[in-house]
């Protein structure tokens, strides 16, 4: 596993790098915010990376717009490692891209089983199949066509009427939550525990959130609907457009 720190404090930074090299990471440690954004650029020589630990207190760049800006080039997996403890914070790290939040001071067992969750919710929706087998929509790129939309598990892509839709990891998983409910009423908590599982704190304000972005980026006439204190569901026939 091919972790990137962002981190400006060295004694920080070869501690941590130190504890992850130990479980088997290879650490690539960059100290400023235009480093961790060039790692990202197209054409960039760099090996692929499978996940990024990013301090959001950087000396050259918020770590907030470090992390939209490599969210606009890549799906990597993001954890935002801060000492921001402030609930507008951590909504706005998860709004803007960001998979994860940890809060200094953790431990590694804590940082450990946060990399190891977000990780599996990454891999386990990119294999997820998309519809039963013998819907018509199904196909061997995990494509699904469900007018106005067309959703591509494999790529991780969305468009609407041939327009792509730049998602978050946590909107594309709360988007096929509701895609693979066809139409069904998916509850607050079924999304929770699939979305963000033992990931989870705080306010669960955040699924609000980013319902209310998933439906601003999907355009009008809105697509999901609210089940007021239970849940939401797509507006949409997962079947009216087999492709």
Known sequence: MRILVVEDDDRVAAALAERLRRHGAIVIRVARGVDAIAHFAPGSAQLPT???LLD??????????????????SNVPIIAVTARTEERDRIAGLRIGADDYVVKPYSTAE??????AVLRRSHSALS???TPADSPTAGPHQRLALAPLDINLTSREVRRDNITIPLTRKEFGVLVELVLASGEI????QILDKVWGATLFGSTRTLD??????????GDPPLIGTLRGVGYRLLVDARSNGT
């Open 186 to 189: 998916v509850t607050r908590e």
């Open 50 to 52: 499978d996940i990024v």
């Open 209 to 218: 959130v980013h319902v209310a972005t998933l439906r601003a980026k999907l």
């Open 128 to 130: 997820a199949p998309v």
């Open 111 to 116: 940082l450990l089983a946060r990399i190891e």
């Open 56 to 73: 959001l207190g950087l000396p050259d760049l918020d770590g907030l717009a470090v992390c939209r800006a490599i969210r606009r080039r």
